[in-house]
């Protein structure tokens, strides 16, 4: 009779069970796996998720032996605009800091991936890191399961679990000598998974508790990325509810992503479908119809649009002294519904004098030189630039960065 190594797969599955010895059982993993690849029988059964994982990188073809990782590295601003885009941003801090307990020993290292497998942020000692180089396990790098095999990134998106991958689970010979814990982070509006939060190491570290406080890290994650949308939500409502009130007839307030804040006249949903490329102006809404669209702050206000008519948006920026006799920029945004006004932080302020008077956009390498007189501060840039989005939705645009078209900007 064969000897099992698991027959069952609860939701959070340990790896190695409490008690095992990890040498003893990397060593059974080996003999498993080799017989596995060379289709021999098999001293074990791998668990039900890692079997599942090799059958199906055996029918792609993947090759067990294969070098993988750092040729399928992202360019840096393609990586820039992943982290921006993933939604995973914002509880970065929070990720590390809930898992500082498993990174502060030096043996392991924090990874973040997003849906797609890209590696977007990691954190580590310079010793284990190092040894990630090694593997190509670096920022930009493809860790998706039809890359590099079996390993709680890919694996964990394919399956939709957390899961604990551990010596010669992995598909690819050269991880034998790590162990990876993986979960992943939902949106909590959809239920879409963002990505993956990942602790890695030296194969010796493993424990059967990383897999129960990585997942619980990420449902934490889920819980702050809700409390977040909640409360931008609120701050919109704030905004929009005495602009609703004014509004000459059927109206919706929507933040970036279309999610309702409040309405005034229209059947309630959670959410409004917007069209690509929304900005200020007449769109097209597929259950209103024509609409015309004007910016708030964090969000859109969509009114249904009259028979004639159209929506202006306009942004005046001025120079304003404060109480304090400190001088900042007051940007104010009128559309035919109502306004709003915001106070720039001295940087912000200037970012938007300088894309008013360039209206064909700037990238980031010239702001930074306009900033800092290099060009070699994107990173900053990029960062400034994603919440002045977060504040102005899609009064600014990128690819340049720039107002948007049929935005009537003045300086003053």
């Not at 079997?51 to 601003?77: I, N, Y």
């Not at 604990?164 to 000598?177: K, L």
């Amino acid at each position: 009779m064969e000897m099992t190594i698991s027959d069952q797969a609860p939701e959070l599955e340990p790896a190695v069970q409490a008690g095992d010895d990890p040498r003893e059982f990397a060593h059974v993993l080996s003999a498993v796996h080799d017989a596995a690849m060379s289709g021999g029988r098999m001293p074990a059964r791998p668990r039900p998720v890692i079997d599942d994982s090799w059958q199906r990188l055996r029918a792609v073809g993947l090759d067990p032996d294969t070098d993988c990782g750092a040729d399928r590295l992202l360019e840096f601003d393609e990586l820039e605009e992943r982290r921006r885009r993933s939604g995973l941003a914002e509880v970065v801090e929070d990720l590390s800091r809930n898992l500082d307990s498993l990174i502060d020993g030096g043996d392991n290292i924090l990874v973040i991936a997003d849906a797609a497998g890209r590696v977007l942020w990691r954190s580590g000692s310079p010793r284990v890191l190092t040894r990630a180089d090694q593997l190509g396990f670096i920022e930009g790098a493809d860790w998706a399961e039809n890359s590099v095999g079996t390993n709680a990134i890919g694996t964990a998106l394919v399956s939709g679990r957390s899961i604990q991958v551990f010596s010669a689970e992995h598909f690819v010979r050269s991880h034998h000598s790590w162990t990876c814990t993986g979960a992943p982070i939902r949106d909590p509006r959809t239920g879409d998974v963002l990505g993956v939060v990942d602790v890695s190491g030296p194969a010796a570290t493993i424990h059967p508790t990383t897999l129960a406080l990585v997942h619980a890290v990420a449902r934490l994650a889920e819980s702050q990325l809700r409390e977040q949308h909640h409360r931008r939500l609120d701050c919109l409502r704030a905004v929009a509810a005495p602009i609703l009130a004014r509004s000459p007839g059927p109206a919706l307030a929507v933040d970036v992503d279309g999610w309702v804040a409040a309405v005034d006249a229209v059947s309630p949903r959670p959410r409004l479908l917007l069209p690509r490329g929304v900005g200020p102006g007449r769109r097209f809404f597929g259950t209103l119809g024509e609409c015309d669209v004007e910016a708030l702050p964090g969000g859109w206000l969509v009114r249904v649009a009259e028979s004639t008519g159209m929506s202006t948006t306009r942004v005046v920026l001025r120079t304003i002294t404060t109480a304090a006799g400190a001088e900042c920029v007051e940007v104010a945004v009128e559309g035919p519904s109502g306004g709003w006004t915001h106070r720039c932080s001295p940087r912000h302020g200037e970012i938007l004098s300088f894309l008013a008077r360039n209206r064909d956009g700037a990238t980031a390498a010239r702001l930074s030189t306009h900033l800092f007189g290099v060009d070699d501060r994107t990173v900053t840039v990029r960062a400034e630039m994603s919440r002045l989005r977060k504040r102005f939705g899609g009064l600014l645009m990128t690819g340049p960065y720039r107002f948007a078209d049929g935005v009537d900007v003045q300086a003053r």
